[in-house]
């Protein structure tokens, strides 16, 4: 066997299909476009059709087999329809990538409870109900793996994001405990944990003194880029090198919770 080929056995994703909840995002998308080139057939979700359009049409100029569909992750029965056009266009699902978020920045005081509600109901209440809907496809089908998206400040306190936050170190809780409880169906649950990959929802964030702290607490003193998420992910989401991963929290944030001082 080559090397290749023990790559691609390890690590390929070929014939597989996965959905990938806010994909059109950036994050969402690279993602997207990592998982498809390892083999899998992408479901691209979100809640604008052009965008989905659009982030298939680049998935497609890579050779990547993608289609799409919209979602409303706060509507368990768009979640359902989501499911079931998967369905329809794929014909199973091996794999939910939960990458749907949003974000606000202010002081603690300043949260507004409304804010509050909307941040938990997309990133926790999204999640939770995504992993649902699909577990229930899952365990009919002799199992899956999902990959919720989790944050640096799942672990450690960052100003100005506390609904953020809170709602992150709740994904990574509520992951650990789906994973305990549907092993036995064969399926596997982990997260990933992003550091630092400014995107267009937290650059308003990035003052002078905020961008000092993130290197000074940043051991590789850089920002990440989207595309050095892609091999934690396929690693997770790989029915062989990932086996016998499950309920794990994979930081890739350049040592940022490691640091010391």
Known sequence: MSSSEFLSDLFGLEGQVAVVVGGAGALGLCLSTGIGKAGAKIVVADMNAEACQKAVAQLEQEGISATWATVNVTDKDSLRQLLAESL?????????????????????????????????????????????????????????????????NSARPLSRVFAYAASKAAVVNLTRNIAQEVAPANIRCNAICPGFFPAEQNRKLLDEKRVENIMNGTPMKRYGNPAELVGAAILLLSQKAGSYITGSIVYVDGGFTASWF
Request: hydrophobic residues 45%; contains cysteine.
């Open 88 to 152: 329809k266009i794929t014909g199973k699902v091996d794999m939910l990538v939960n990458c749907a978020g949003i974000n606000v920045g202010n002081a603690f005081v300043e949260v507004d409870p409304d804010q509050w509600d909307k941040i938990m109901a997309v990133n926790l209440k999204g999640t939770m109900m995504a992993c649902q809907v699909f577990i229930e496809s899952m365990e009919t089908t002799g199992g899956g793996s999902i990959l919720n998206i989790g944050s640096v």
